[in-house]
DNA sequence: AATAAACTCAACCGCCAAGCC
DNA sequence: CGGCTTGGCGGTTGAGTTTAT
């Protein structure tokens, strides 16, 4: 089994895409709908492979993508998300309107977990800290004294000796694994440009309803999630008619600010389910939560 | 002003599940 | 049933940019 990396084939360009590239790629979403990446760049003239097409229309090009100015609001449901699903970048992102995995990822990354542990709490448990972490603006001043490691060497020094990234004193927490969800929201989907931009719905969107991972954040008594909203460019179904013909474009802060009261509201009721109960209670229901959106 | 360190984020890598044949 | 292809995900890298000294 296994294959070659899709792009290990001679002479496909690598690295920052070109204005004439997104062009190119974008034209031919346009006219051709999403889909058959494997194919795509051949046809639209591309010397990319299909994963590097993929990834630029989903994380970039997609005319529904926000960039950058991260609310305070997206910024503590990025927090709260994360405190429940964990590392699940796509479902976190599939409840922020217009914002990709891999932006979220990297927000992360750069920014709430050294905020979370300036605050005094692990950003991978999203417990306490027995103390806080010394300021970031400090260690950076203590850093460059002590630190004459250029960057090179800072990789180079995470790897053990065969080459593996070794994650220094960072203990590994062990999530449920995501459990894939067989797409046939996909196989409905409309591949038109169109559709692309009035639904604005993605393929991870997609596959977020089906996961529940679209839906809003209630329970019936068996805990299982009650309600999916399908609204400004996620996929959110109010009540339980998931009649994707209501799909809407985000046309407004406003319609972006309920979305978010609403996403906000739901993942509230879901903690405060849990609120009542003792800690390894709450970490029980959590997962199985968790568990629930992914099944 | 020059230099080094730190930061950001687009892009790549490797893995995996689903689907097809 | 098993091998192969495809799409998708999370982790990681590194070039470019910003900030501090």
């Not at 393929?203 to 009650?226: I, P, R, Y």
Request: with cysteine; glycine share 6%; proline share 5%.
């Amino acid at each position: 089994m296994g294959r070659a990396p899709c792009c290990s084939k001679v002479g496909l360009h690598r690295g920052p895409w070109t204005p004439r590239e997104d062009t190119l790629l974008t034209k031919y979403i346009e006219a051709h709908g999403e889909g058959h990446w494997r194919s795509m760049p051949k046809k639209a003239g591309l010397l990319r492979c299909g994963k590097s097409c993929r990834l630029r229309w989903m994380n970039y090009l997609r005319p529904d993508i926000k960039r950058g100015n991260i609310t305070p609001d997206e910024d503590d449901l990025i927090v709260r998300l994360h405190s429940l699903l964990g590392n699940r970048w796509s479902l976190i992102a599939g409840r922020l309107p217009g914002r990709t995995d891999n932006e979220i990822k990297n927000y992360w990354n750069t920014h709430l977990s050294k905020k979370l542990r300036s605050q005094g709490t692990d950003p991978s448990t999203h417990k306490k800290l027995s103390e806080p972490v010394v300021k970031e603006n400090k260690r950076r001043k203590n850093q460059k004294t002590k630190n004459n490691m250029n960057k090179k060497e800072m990789v180079v020094k995470n790897k053990n000796k065969t080459g593996q990234h070794v994650e220094p004193l960072k203990p590994k927490v062990h999530l449920p694994k995501p459990t894939r969800v067989t797409s046939f929201l996909s196989l409905q989907r409309n591949d038109s440009f169109t559709s692309s931009t009035t639904t604005t719905t993605t393929t991870t969107s997609s596959q977020d309803l089906k996961a529940g991972g679209g839906g809003a954040f209630g329970f019936n008594e068996n805990d299982q999630v009650l309600v999916n909203t399908r609204a400004n460019g996620v996929v959110f179904c109010v009540g339980d008619d998931q009649d994707q013909d209501q799909d809407q474009v985000p046309n407004s802060a406003d319609d972006h600010d309920h979305t978010l009261e609403n996403i906000y509201e739901e993942y509230l009721q879901a903690l405060l389910k849990t609120d009542h109960h003792h800690d390894h209670q709450n970490q029980l229901e959590l997962d199985s939560f968790a568990e629930s959106l992914l099944i």
